[in-house]
Nanobody, 128 residues
């Protein structure tokens, strides 16, 4: 059974950095595109970034130049390096898996629909 466990969240000041991790188990990572979503308090879950098996990446405009998504198939791990964090980055971050063969799964900002499995979420809080 496919499982995702995300971790690495925490509390940082503006300008700080965090690296989120997503551990995938149950299936080989190379079959999946992985995305990160963020849900701020009282708001809908929104796409942040995604990465396909061929290493194509997409980012929301708000994080371009600050966040970097990467994956390591042999260890079944996906990472989101977040630099120069801002207060508006605050929220619960979820990694999610969708079939890499899904047409357009990582074209533009990721949408929730193609992603069938989500991690439990990890809290990121950016405060002064």
């Amino acid at each position: 059974q496919l499982q995702l466990v995300d971790s690495g969240g925490g509390q940082v000041q503006p300008g700080g950095s965090l690296r989120l991790s997503c551990a995938v188990s149950g299936f080989a990572l190379h079959d999946f595109t992985i995305a990160w979503f963020r849900q701020a308090p009282g708001k809908e879950r929104v796409g942040v970034s995604c990465i396909t098996d061929s290493r194509h990446t997409e980012y929301a405009d708000s994080v371009k130049g600050r966040f970097t998504i990467s994956r390591d198939n042999p260890t079944n791990m996906v990472y989101l390096q977040m630099n120069n964090l801002k207060s508006e980055d605050t929220g619960v971050y979820y990694c999610a898996a969708g079939l890499d063969s899904y047409p357009g799964i990582c074209t533009g900002v990721p949408r929730q629909g193609p992603y069938a499995k989500y991690g439990q979420g990890t809290q990121v809080t950016v405060f002064s």
